[in-house]
């Protein structure tokens, strides 16, 4: 049974930083490329940041770009996003997903995605 556990959500303030991580069980986790999706209140789910299979090419949404980096660690079949200098319009619900690699699939495509987590509650306060 493969399982998506995401950890690290919490409150924090204007400008602070927090590190989700998605642990990935019932997987070969480096066959999967994985992207980090969030979704505030009234709002569609979207993609913050996704990342290959081999870490080498990951990609953010203009909004957090230069602020928050994805990373993995295959060896440890888990997927990190470091968010600093967090903004109230930065509050989500984050998940993590995953796509099996080699397939044609659009990253920003919730749909195309194979597995997710239940997802991290992140809330910055004013």
């Known amino acids: 049974q493969v399982q998506l556990v995401e950890s690290g959500g919490g409150l924090v303030q204007v400008g602070g930083s927090l590190r989700l991580s998605c642990a990935a069980s019932g997987l070969s986790f480096s066959n999967y490329d994985v992207g980090w999706f969030r979704q505030a209140p009234g709002k569609e789910r979207e993609l913050a940041s996704y990342l290959n299979w081999s870490g080498t090419s990951p990609s953010y949404a203009d909004s957090v770009k230069g602020r928050f980096t994805i990373s993995r660690d295959n060896t440890k079949n888990t997927l990190y996003l470091q968010m600093n200098s967090l903004k109230p319009e930065d509050t989500a619900v984050y998940s993590c997903?995953?796509?099996?690699?080699?397939?044609?699939?659009?990253?920003?495509?919730?749909?195309?995605?194979?597995?997710w987590g239940q997802g991290t509650q992140v809330t910055v306060s004013s």
């Open positions: 997903a995953a796509v099996r690699r080699f397939r044609f699939y659009n990253i920003r495509t919730p749909d195309h995605y194979d597995y």
